[in-house]
Protein backbone atom coordinates (compact mmCIF):
# COMPACT_ATOMS: atom_id res chain seq x y z
CA UNK A 1 0.00 0.00 0.00
CA UNK A 2 2.58 2.43 0.89
CA UNK A 3 4.42 1.74 -2.38
CA UNK A 4 1.48 2.55 -3.94
CA UNK A 5 0.90 5.87 -2.22
CA UNK A 6 4.59 6.49 -3.67
CA UNK A 7 4.25 5.74 -7.46
CA UNK A 8 1.15 7.91 -7.28
CA UNK A 9 2.87 10.82 -5.68
CA UNK A 10 5.99 10.79 -7.76
CA UNK A 11 3.41 9.96 -10.60
CA UNK A 12 1.88 13.11 -9.98
CA UNK A 13 5.19 14.99 -9.38
CA UNK A 14 5.95 13.90 -13.49
CA UNK A 15 2.99 15.64 -14.40
CA UNK A 16 3.62 18.54 -12.52
CA UNK A 17 7.16 18.85 -13.61
CA UNK A 18 6.29 18.25 -17.35
CA UNK A 19 3.43 20.92 -17.27
CA UNK A 20 5.32 23.45 -16.03
CA UNK A 21 8.53 23.17 -17.42
CA UNK A 22 8.66 21.18 -20.66
CA UNK A 23 4.83 22.70 -21.39
CA UNK A 24 5.57 26.26 -20.79
CA UNK A 25 3.47 25.81 -17.51
CA UNK A 26 5.43 28.54 -15.71
CA UNK A 27 4.47 31.36 -17.81
CA UNK A 28 0.29 30.51 -17.46
CA UNK A 29 0.92 31.17 -13.52
CA UNK A 30 2.07 34.53 -14.52
CA UNK A 31 -0.50 35.42 -17.24
CA UNK A 32 -4.15 33.34 -17.85
CA UNK A 33 -5.43 35.04 -20.85
CA UNK A 34 -8.92 34.10 -19.05
CA UNK A 35 -11.65 36.33 -20.64
CA UNK A 36 -15.10 36.68 -20.69
CA UNK A 37 -17.21 36.22 -24.01
CA UNK A 38 -20.97 36.46 -22.95
CA UNK A 39 -22.93 35.10 -20.92
CA UNK A 40 -22.10 31.40 -21.74
CA UNK A 41 -18.30 31.24 -23.16
CA UNK A 42 -15.41 31.87 -21.86
CA UNK A 43 -11.44 31.83 -22.97
CA UNK A 44 -8.39 31.27 -21.32
CA UNK A 45 -4.95 29.33 -22.23
CA UNK A 46 -4.57 25.42 -20.31
CA UNK A 47 -5.43 25.68 -16.78
CA UNK A 48 -3.77 24.32 -14.15
CA UNK A 49 -5.88 22.39 -11.39
CA UNK A 50 -6.58 25.48 -9.19
CA UNK A 51 -7.82 27.62 -11.48
CA UNK A 52 -10.03 24.51 -12.64
CA UNK A 53 -11.61 24.73 -9.37
CA UNK A 54 -11.85 28.69 -9.67
CA UNK A 55 -13.91 27.94 -13.08
CA UNK A 56 -16.48 26.00 -11.11
CA UNK A 57 -17.59 28.19 -8.69
CA UNK A 58 -18.27 30.75 -11.89
CA UNK A 59 -21.02 27.97 -13.22
CA UNK A 60 -18.57 26.75 -15.70
CA UNK A 61 -19.94 23.31 -16.64
CA UNK A 62 -17.78 22.29 -19.69
CA UNK A 63 -14.44 22.90 -20.65
CA UNK A 64 -13.29 22.20 -24.50
CA UNK A 65 -9.38 21.48 -24.64
CA UNK A 66 -8.55 22.16 -27.96
CA UNK A 67 -4.70 20.43 -28.05
CA UNK A 68 -6.66 17.02 -28.20
CA UNK A 69 -5.89 13.88 -25.98
CA UNK A 70 -2.61 14.24 -24.87
CA UNK A 71 -0.62 12.10 -22.51
CA UNK A 72 1.55 14.40 -21.23
CA UNK A 73 1.30 16.34 -17.49
CA UNK A 74 -1.06 19.09 -18.56
CA UNK A 75 -3.72 17.08 -19.93
CA UNK A 76 -3.63 14.47 -16.92
CA UNK A 77 -3.63 17.24 -14.37
CA UNK A 78 -6.86 18.71 -15.76
CA UNK A 79 -8.87 14.98 -16.73
CA UNK A 80 -8.38 14.88 -12.93
CA UNK A 81 -9.53 17.99 -11.88
CA UNK A 82 -12.17 18.11 -14.02
CA UNK A 83 -13.61 14.99 -12.39
CA UNK A 84 -13.22 16.54 -8.80
CA UNK A 85 -14.71 19.33 -9.55
CA UNK A 86 -17.67 17.62 -11.75
CA UNK A 87 -16.57 19.51 -15.09
CA UNK A 88 -17.51 17.93 -18.19
CA UNK A 89 -13.63 17.66 -20.24
CA UNK A 90 -14.06 17.47 -24.30
CA UNK A 91 -11.19 16.98 -25.76
CA UNK A 92 -11.55 18.80 -29.65
CA UNK A 93 -8.70 18.91 -32.13
CA UNK A 94 -8.23 22.40 -33.89
CA UNK A 95 -5.06 23.92 -35.96
CA UNK A 96 -3.67 27.42 -35.58
CA UNK A 97 -1.15 27.41 -38.49
CA UNK A 98 -3.41 26.17 -41.22
CA UNK A 99 -6.93 26.62 -42.48
CA UNK A 100 -9.72 25.42 -40.69
CA UNK A 101 -10.79 22.13 -42.02
CA UNK A 102 -14.25 22.27 -43.21
CA UNK A 103 -14.98 18.91 -41.39
CA UNK A 104 -13.67 20.52 -38.16
CA UNK A 105 -16.05 23.25 -39.00
CA UNK A 106 -19.09 20.78 -39.21
CA UNK A 107 -17.72 19.27 -35.80
CA UNK A 108 -17.70 22.46 -34.27
CA UNK A 109 -21.27 23.08 -35.06
CA UNK A 110 -22.20 19.61 -33.77
CA UNK A 111 -19.92 20.85 -30.44
CA UNK A 112 -21.89 24.39 -30.14
CA UNK A 113 -25.23 22.76 -30.38
CA UNK A 114 -24.88 20.03 -27.66
CA UNK A 115 -22.14 20.95 -24.94
CA UNK A 116 -23.55 22.42 -21.28
CA UNK A 117 -23.51 26.09 -21.00
CA UNK A 118 -21.09 28.19 -19.15
CA UNK A 119 -18.62 26.56 -21.12
CA UNK A 120 -14.75 27.24 -21.07
CA UNK A 121 -12.41 27.18 -24.46
CA UNK A 122 -8.54 26.57 -24.26
CA UNK A 123 -5.70 25.60 -25.76
CA UNK A 124 -2.04 26.11 -24.96
CA UNK A 125 -2.04 29.67 -25.09
CA UNK A 126 -5.52 30.85 -25.60
CA UNK A 127 -4.35 33.02 -28.68
CA UNK A 128 -4.87 31.01 -31.85
CA UNK A 129 -7.17 28.02 -31.30
CA UNK A 130 -9.13 29.53 -28.94
CA UNK A 131 -9.79 32.30 -31.15
CA UNK A 132 -10.45 30.80 -34.47
CA UNK A 133 -12.90 28.54 -31.80
CA UNK A 134 -14.69 31.58 -30.17
CA UNK A 135 -14.59 33.49 -33.78
CA UNK A 136 -17.03 29.91 -35.10
CA UNK A 137 -19.02 30.14 -31.75
CA UNK A 138 -20.25 34.48 -33.25
CA UNK A 139 -20.98 32.85 -36.55
CA UNK A 140 -22.31 30.02 -35.83
CA UNK A 141 -24.27 29.28 -32.35
CA UNK A 142 -24.48 33.39 -32.09
CA UNK A 143 -25.18 34.53 -36.06
CA UNK A 144 -23.40 37.44 -35.57
CA UNK A 145 -21.90 39.50 -38.02
CA UNK A 146 -18.19 38.36 -39.25
CA UNK A 147 -17.20 41.72 -38.21
CA UNK A 148 -18.02 40.66 -34.22
CA UNK A 149 -16.55 37.10 -34.87
CA UNK A 150 -13.11 38.97 -36.03
CA UNK A 151 -12.33 40.75 -33.21
CA UNK A 152 -11.92 36.72 -31.28
CA UNK A 153 -8.64 36.78 -32.97
CA UNK A 154 -6.67 40.04 -31.26
CA UNK A 155 -3.52 41.33 -29.92
CA UNK A 156 -5.30 41.34 -27.01
CA UNK A 157 -5.53 37.66 -26.51
CA UNK A 158 -1.95 37.97 -27.62
CA UNK A 159 -2.72 36.79 -31.22
CA UNK A 160 -0.07 37.33 -34.18
CA UNK A 161 -2.06 37.77 -37.31
CA UNK A 162 1.48 38.54 -39.38
CA UNK A 163 3.07 35.60 -38.51
CA UNK A 164 1.45 31.91 -39.30
CA UNK A 165 -1.84 31.89 -37.42
CA UNK A 166 -2.95 34.94 -39.31
CA UNK A 167 -4.20 32.18 -41.75
CA UNK A 168 -7.18 32.27 -39.23
CA UNK A 169 -7.45 35.94 -39.85
CA UNK A 170 -7.52 35.39 -43.81
CA UNK A 171 -10.64 32.94 -42.87
CA UNK A 172 -12.93 34.98 -40.95
CA UNK A 173 -11.85 38.07 -43.50
CA UNK A 174 -12.70 35.06 -46.58
CA UNK A 175 -15.75 34.80 -45.39
CA UNK A 176 -16.50 38.86 -44.61
CA UNK A 177 -15.40 39.30 -47.95
CA UNK A 178 -18.55 37.18 -49.66
CA UNK A 179 -20.79 37.83 -47.29
CA UNK A 180 -20.78 41.40 -47.64
CA UNK A 181 -21.63 41.16 -51.32
CA UNK A 182 -24.08 38.10 -51.20
CA UNK A 183 -25.07 37.52 -48.18
CA UNK A 184 -24.30 34.50 -47.53
CA UNK A 185 -24.85 32.72 -44.62
CA UNK A 186 -21.66 31.13 -42.84
CA UNK A 187 -22.70 27.47 -43.16
CA UNK A 188 -23.47 27.83 -46.60
CA UNK A 189 -20.37 29.89 -48.01
CA UNK A 190 -18.22 26.76 -45.58
CA UNK A 191 -20.33 24.14 -47.40
CA UNK A 192 -20.52 25.53 -51.19
CA UNK A 193 -17.76 28.18 -51.71
CA UNK A 194 -15.46 28.06 -48.93
CA UNK A 195 -11.79 26.73 -50.45
CA UNK A 196 -9.00 25.66 -47.16
CA UNK A 197 -6.34 24.88 -50.06
CA UNK A 198 -6.66 27.81 -51.43
CA UNK A 199 -6.59 30.04 -49.11
CA UNK A 200 -3.67 28.28 -47.54
CA UNK A 201 -1.77 28.87 -50.70
CA UNK A 202 -2.57 32.41 -50.97
CA UNK A 203 -1.84 33.58 -47.33
CA UNK A 204 1.63 34.69 -46.67
CA UNK A 205 3.18 35.31 -43.17
CA UNK A 206 6.54 37.01 -41.52
CA UNK A 207 9.07 34.70 -41.17
CA UNK A 208 10.98 36.09 -38.12
CA UNK A 209 7.51 35.95 -36.29
CA UNK A 210 7.26 32.29 -37.00
CA UNK A 211 10.98 31.68 -35.92
CA UNK A 212 9.58 33.90 -32.38
CA UNK A 213 6.56 32.06 -31.94
CA UNK A 214 7.03 28.43 -32.89
CA UNK A 215 11.39 27.96 -31.92
CA UNK A 216 11.53 30.28 -28.49
CA UNK A 217 7.75 30.31 -27.31
CA UNK A 218 6.86 27.22 -28.49
CA UNK A 219 3.08 28.38 -29.41
CA UNK A 220 1.13 25.73 -31.29
Request: charged share 30%; hydrophobic share 40%; glycine share 4%.
Amino acid sequence: MKARVKQFKFNRFLAWFDMIIKDHGFLRFCYNNFHKIDENLYRSNMPTPSRIRDYRKLGIKTIVNLRGVRKDGGWLLENEACGKYNIKLIDFRARSRAAPEKEMIFKAEKLFNSIKYPALIHCKSGADRAGIMCALYMLIYKKKHPDIAKKQLSWKYLHVKWAKPGVLDAFVESYSFEYEKNKIKFMDWVKNKYNPEKLESSFRSVWWLNRFLDDILRRE
